[in-house]
């Protein structure tokens, strides 16, 4: 409950890229690492104050790493 649909198909987008020739579950997996990750870093849920844009972020940078590589 914590995103909005419209912010899950943006999520659901940008992991298709960060994650090329992959099947659902690798891209659910990497997901599921990058939440991991963000909860980690936000073990309160009040360090980040946009949990979505936050998210969104760390998502591009792997693209732009990906793309760079």
């Known amino acids: ?37 963000m909860n980690a870093y936000d073990k309160d849920h009040k360090t980040v104050k946009n949990r979505f844009n936050y998210l969104r972020r760390m998502i591009e940078k792997d693209i732009k790493e990906n793309e760079n590589a």
């Open 1 to 37: 409950d914590e995103f909005s649909p419209e912010q899950i198909r943006v999520l659901q987008d940008l992991v298709i890229k960060a994650v090329p020739n992959s099947d659902n579950m690798e891209r659910c997996d990497y997901l599921i690492h990058q939440i991991h990750k």
